[in-house]
């Protein structure tokens, strides 16, 4: 247990205060809760869906730039749009 204690005074502790407040703002960014007309969402939920959210948005972002990747390669590469299409993949 002491040297369970001596990693952890090493590191800065953040406040249930914190943890309270960082839950809340994360609440806000989530469509899926923040639709929800009820107030009482656990932390936990909040943190499985943020998790969730995240994902999606990965993938969002993988299926838009291979379909910019699918559309550049149908265009001239010296195009005005084939410009601005790489500077939307990179």
Sequence with gaps: M???RSRQSGVSRISDDQII???SKLRQHLPEIRERRSDKVSASKVLQ???SYIKNLHKEVDDLSERLS???STIDA???EAAIIRS???
């Design 49 to 51: 869906e943020t998790c």
């Design 2 to 4: 002491s040297s369970r």
């Design 88 to 90: 939307l993949i990179m």
């Design 21 to 23: 407040e960082l839950v």
């Design 78 to 80: 010296d195009s005005a």
């Design 70 to 72: 699918q559309l550049l």
